[in-house]
């Protein structure tokens, strides 16, 4: 069952073990000791969906389905809700299947965060039909369509044809009446595919490189037929994705950065880079599901703190400042960037 799978997602992803490499250990930012800043003046709030949010981050997709996602679903909108950012809610194909039950774990998300943020999220395969009641569900200000290659190819329920999917997605983007954010789920999304959709008219993509969650091995956990452990390190670094999105796509286009952003200095790093803000998933999960909500709290509150400190030592004083500071690629990522 598809409910039981989702359970089973959060249990293999908190047992995982690989650490992949983002490879922003090789953006080089330059210290100014005179940055003529308060910290207490610098703003990190911004223009999103046009909606304010209150910081550059957002809660990143992740469950919804069941009692067990309801209860983690309601406490990360609480966490949106508190602290002004965005929320993405996981799949909710399971929600066509299953119906009222299932919807209740997605719609908890909207009457917790009431005005802010919410975004939808269907695979590429679903029907214009099911992509619009995904957004009612919601009152959702945009919808991720998550592209998910990799993690299907290795699920052994999973998918394996996916001609065709150019077309749907844009059938679904000329259905709704609300942003399209383009998403991979964590292999990244290259410089080519990004202009391919870019040519289509899509606007949001959120580049998912990897360095994070990877489904790979959540779903290696799950396959008992085959070992696709040789494929862990499958993927677009998400430092490599952020700089080649912020080169190819259109000046209207909004970058959004997830896959493995954990700390001050990947948010700081990805914004130079050109990303509008950074979705983060599997860090907030853990830090809920081991402590609870205050522990997701507290370490969100030292996050942006330190998201703070960051830019007054880089002399930047909000968000915008973040474009103009210079930066230069070291290693692995200036091999990668100048081919």
């Given at each position: ?15 995982t073990s690989h650490m992949g490499n983002t ?160 998403k991979e789920v964590g292999y990244g999304l ?22 994070g969650t990877n489904f790979i091995e959540i ?121």
């Amino acid at each position: 069952m598809r409910a039981d799978r989702k359970k089973e997602h959060i249990e293999n992803f908190l047992r995982t073990s690989h650490m992949g490499n983002t490879l922003f250990d090789d953006v080089y930012l330059e210290h100014n000791a005179l940055p003529e800043l308060n910290i207490d003046e610098i703003d990190l709030s911004q223009q999103f969906l046009f909606k304010t949010i209150g910081y550059p981050v957002m809660i990143n997709a992740m469950t919804g389905g069941g009692e067990f996602a309801e209860e983690i679903n309601g406490q990360l909108a609480e966490i949106a809700a508190k602290y002004k950012i965005p929320m993405a809610v996981g799949s909710q194909t399971i929600a066509f299947e299953k119906g009222e039950p299932a919807e209740k774990s997605f719609r908890i998300v909207r009457e917790r965060i009431q005005e802010g943020v919410v975004i939808g999220n269907v695979g590429g395969e679903v029907t214009p039909e099911y992509a619009r009641r995904a957004v009612e569900m919601l009152q959702a200000d945009a919808l991720q369509i998550h592209l998910n290659v990799a993690q299907e190819l290795v699920m052994p329920e999973g998918d394996r044809n996916f001609k065709g999917i150019v077309d749907h997605l844009v059938k679904i983007q000329e259905a709704v009446d609300v942003p399209i954010i383009i998403k991979e789920v964590g292999y990244g999304l290259s410089a080519p595919v990004l202009k391919k959709l870019s040519a289509l008219g899509f606007r949001y993509f959120d580049v998912a490189g990897s360095g994070g969650t990877n489904f790979i091995e959540i779903e290696n956990l799950r396959n008992i037929d085959k070992d696709f452990s040789e494929l862990y390190n499958w993927g677009i670094p998400t430092a490599k994705a952020v700089f080649d999105a912020g080169k190819v796509v259109k000046d209207d286009a909004t970058i959004i950065a997830s896959g493995g952003i954990k700390s001050s200095t990947d948010i700081v790093k990805s914004l130079v880079l050109g990303a509008k803000l950074c979705g983060i998933s599997g860090e907030i999960l853990s830090y809920l599901v081991h402590g609870g909500q205050e522990h997701a709290e507290n370490h969100l509150e030292q996050l942006f703190y330190k998201l703070r400190a960051v830019m007054l030592m880089l002399g930047a004083g909000n968000i915008q400042d973040l474009r103009n500071v210079p930066f230069v690629t070291t290693g692995k990522l200036r091999e990668l960037t100048q081919q």
